[in-house]
């Protein structure tokens, strides 16, 4: 796979999965089929099958900058109990191969920086070795928003004391709380710079205390937006907010200013589900938005 070159700063991706995830209604409940036959041109078959399923990624980012070595967003990972979400269930995926595959070893990673703490942006913070939690990049530093956090770990100890189930499938107990019990855990503001260059913005709605980073290097841009937008069906409507959103308005606020900060510019979006092409613009046509693809790979 060929990485994307962003001035002097390199960015490749993991692939946990890409494929057909669920009804694209499930994931935008006001999208209609006449919305969809009328950019069924744009949409298929690169981003929703015949059956109108969106075709989806679940992958990592690895920013590589002259000093650091970042992970973006981890996934849903190996062996993490999930009986609410199928797919997500037990999984045995290949990720640290195809993170050999880029030539990228565990310890290699400086920071893991999950834009939000769902269990698809968690997984592989932990794995499991001896029946134990532990962290999967054993020299990192994980980068939790303080915002972020304090809500999941709220709604994790509300959870326990009402012996209700655990939020977001349980993954704050499996691949948050085991991080911080090793010390690797970095809580920061919403606006924390890795370095010139690379930092955090708030961009809040799809969770609490949702961000997205920024990499800017030698004039290039690039933004990893997370779930701002899950699908480039989202273009359609900016007021399209998913149907797993925590606040649906502010969503679309950080949506729309997202897209239209980007459009018609040279900066790359980066988001966390698009499939292949991955990595690519935002362009305008008449009153609406396309996403622009550009191959990741030879
Ligand atoms: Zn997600």
Not at 148 to 165: F, G, V
Not at 243 to 249: G, K, M, R, S
Request: net charge negative; charged share 20%; with cysteine.
């Amino acid at each position: 796979m060929r990485k994307q070159i962003l001035g002097e700063f390199s960015i490749d991706r993991v692939v946990e999965y890409e494929g057909p995830f669920a009804a694209l209604q499930r994931i935008i409940p006001q999208i209609t089929s006449e919305d969809v036959d009328a950019n069924a041109d744009w949409l298929k078959p690169l981003f929703l099958d015949d059956a109108n399923n969106a075709i989806m990624s679940f992958h990592s980012y690895v920013l590589k900058t002259r000093r650091h070595t970042i992970l973006i967003d981890t996934c849903v990972g190996n062996n993490k109990p999930r009986p609410q979400r199928e797919s997500w269930h037990l999984q045995n995926y290949d990720y640290l191969q195809a993170m050999a595959r880029i030539g990228v070893r565990p310890d290699e990673i400086d920071f893991v920086c999950c834009t939000h703490l769902h269990a698809d942006h968690v997984g592989w913070n932990t794995q499991l070795v001896n029946q134990q939690w532990v962290p999967t990049f054993s020299k990192a530093r994980y980068v939790f928003a303080k915002t972020e956090y304090d809500h999941w770990e709220q709604a994790h100890r509300s959870a326990l004391a009402l012996n209700q189930p655990a939020p977001n499938h349980g993954s704050f107990a499996d691949s948050i709380l085991p991080v911080v019990d090793a010390g690797q855990a970095m809580m920061v503001g919403d606006d924390f710079e890795f370095e010139k260059g690379v930092y955090l913005r708030a961009a809040r709605g799809h969770t609490p205390g949702n961000c997205i980073l920024h990499a800017h290097s030698q004039g290039a841009h690039a933004v990893f937006s997370g779930d701002i937008l899950h699908t480039p069906a989202q273009l359609i409507n900016l007021s399209w907010s998913s149907n797993f959103c925590y606040d649906a308005q502010a969503s679309e606020q950080s949506r729309k200013a997202l897209v239209h900060s980007l459009a018609d510019s040279s900066s790359l979006l980066l988001a966390a589900h698009f499939p292949g092409p991955v990595a690519g613009h935002i362009v305008s046509q008449g009153d609406q938005f396309r996403f622009q693809g550009l191959k990741f790979g030879s």
